[in-house]
């Protein structure tokens, strides 16, 4: 029975690997704590983050080591004010915050969709939340470009 649900288990998780990393936006998983336990390619490429272990980032506080601005009035975001946090700290189920964030690679900026969620047990506790970003920076730019012409 122990050995059935190991390959359930693993199973499982090798179907979650797959999902996510066919995903073309990036998605970030945290524990209670804001411990960041796993993200996708997508989000890997998005952020530049090749070869950095998702447990760096060990707590909302760390938060402030993510480098963004809100797009377009380019307000610093706190470690507080990212999607994630929010959604831990106060349950909020975020619906696409606009943000200019740098990535860590040094290669330049990229402008997201921003949307988050805590993630609930059937008993009403915290056990975590999750984030999934969208690259919409080739869209910005083309309006940028279609508002000049105007």
């Known amino acids: ?14 179907t979650l690997t797959a999902v996510l990393d066919a995903l073309p936006a990036g998605a970030i998983f945290a ?18 983050l090749h ?3 998702p447990a760096a980032t060990a707590s909302v506080e760390q938060y402030r080591d993510w480098k963004g601005w809100w797009h377009p009035d380019g307000g610093r975001l706190g470690a507080h004010d990212w999607a994630m946090a929010r959604a831990l700290e106060k349950r909020e189920q975020v619906k696409g915050d606009l943000v200019e964030i740098e990535r860590f690679d040094g290669t330049g900026r990229r402008v997201i969709i ?11 506790a915290l056990t975590g939340a999750v984030v999934v970003q ?8 083309a309006e940028g470009i279609v508002r000049e012409r105007e």
Do not use: K
């Not at 921003?114 to 009403?124: E, F, L, Q, S």
């Open 1 to 14: 029975e122990r050995d059935a649900a190991e390959r359930r288990l693993g199973v499982a998780e090798a």
């Open 31 to 48: 524990d209670a704590s804001g411990r960041l336990v796993r993200w996708n390619r997508a989000n890997e490429d998005l952020w530049g």
């Open 51 to 53: 070869g950095v272990d």
């Open 114 to 124: 921003n949307m988050g969620a805590p993630v609930i047990d059937r008993n009403g």
């Open 134 to 141: 969208t690259d919409i920076t080739e869209r910005v730019r």
